[in-house]
């Protein structure tokens, strides 16, 4: 199993479970992948760009008008040397932004511009992840050949016991390394 060669980046939004997709960037690293993070301002409230950067080795991207050294935009530049996108964790809002086609960040632009493989990490709450508008999300996601690695029933960070939990780390490499 090896990576060597491919781009991931790597889509992080503003969910308690961020803290793990630190891990997931981590087994990607060892995987051989080139590793490049998208952190969303919501994200950023649970973990830092530099700790994103010390473990993928790479700058961090948060911000659609950063000046960049070069003459790149990041949002189309991303999006065309992506072999996969993945998003851990996946918010009900993303899911929705990206279900009707918004793109009013980074990370949303970045994905409606790329022709690579988009796998969707869901976490949130149960409810939210019941609502009708979420299952409706989801279902229009999937009908764009968008990739799900499903959320698992256990303890949820607000303490209730339900479907809504990342799906472990090693679930969501082994769907990277399948659609890679």
Known sequence: MSLKGKNIIVGITGSIAAYKACDAVRALVK????????LTKNGAEFITALTLQT???????ACMFETPKEWEIDHISL???????????ATADIIARLAVGRADDLLSCAILASKAKIIICPA??????????TKKNIETLKSYGYKFVNSQE?????????????????????VILKEA
């Open 79 to 89: 999006a065309k040397k992506a072999d996969v996108i993945a998003v851990v964790p």
């Open 154 to 174: 256990g303890e949820l960070a607000c303490g209730d016991k339900g479907d809504g939990r990342l799906a472990p780390v090693d679930e969501i490499i082994k």
């Open 124 to 133: 949130m709450n149960s409810n939210m992840l019941r609502h009708k508008a």
């Open 55 to 61: 473990l993928s080795k790479n700058k961090v991207h």
């Open 31 to 38: 995987l051989g992948a080139n590793v490049e993070c998208i």
